[in-house]
Structure formats: structure tokens, C-alpha cells
């Protein structure tokens, strides 16, 4: 089955890959179902890889996303927050909270 058909819709704009094999994380995918629609496999084959990483604390998908080289590329913002992005992020003065920061629990 291929992992786009995989997703579940969680809401208007909303989808979601659950974690699948070595995935580390889900896939959040904010678009509109026409968008969806119009993703291809390849797309979600990459969000899968990228979701694999070692690090990869969430995967994110929004409606600008596209092929890129070796992960899907977003014009607007990070696609794949990671511990690493995190630590670089600290050193120069920037500061990402992550869930666990903020009092949530994934």
C-alpha cells in the first residue's frame, strides 16, 4: 500500500502519517484536501525517509511543500525540526521549544 493512502485525515486541513517501520516520528501534513490530492507518492516517500532520520522529532508538511533533494522542501519555515537543528539553533541565540518544553508529551 502506498503511504499516501496510508494518512488520516484528523481534520479540515489536517492529515496524518502515522509512524510506520523506522519512522522516529509522524508526518503532519497541513493542506487542503484538493493539495492532498494532489501529492504524489514520491512526495510521501520522502516525508517517510526524511521521518527515519536519527533526531527527527517531527515532520511537518505545508501547503507550499514540494520534491526536494532528499527531503520535501517548504518555502515557509522548517520541515524537520531535529535534536540537531535544536542544539545549532541554541548557539546562536535562537531557542525552539519542543512539546516536552512547552509541557506536552507526544
Known amino acids: 500500500m ?11 486541513n489536517h492529515f496524518v ?9 509522524q508526518v503532519d501534513a497541513f493542506l487542503s484536501q484538493e493539495l492532498y ?4 507518492e514520491a512526495l510521501w516517500q520522502q516525508a517517510v525517509d526524511s521521518a527515519s532520520y536519527d533526531g527527527a522529532i517531527g515532520m511537518y508538511l505545508m501547503p507550499d511543500c514540494h520534491l526536494g533533494y ?8 522548517f520541515t524537520l525540526p531535529n ?13 525552539i521549544q ?5 509541557g506536552h508529551h507526544l
Open 2 to 12: 502506498s503511504h499516501k493512502y496510508r494518512v488520516e485525515k484528523v481534520s479540515d
Open 17 to 25: 502519517l502515522p509512524p510506520i517501520k523506522e519512522m522516529k516520528c
Open 37 to 40: 490530492e494532489q501529492t504524489d
Open 70 to 77: 532528499g527531503i520535501p522542501v517548504v518555502v515557509h519555515g
Open 83 to 95: 535534536e540537531v537543528l535544536r542544539a545549532l539553533l541554541r548557539v546562536g541565540g535562537w531557542r
Open 98 to 102: 519542543s512539546p516536552e518544553d512547552m
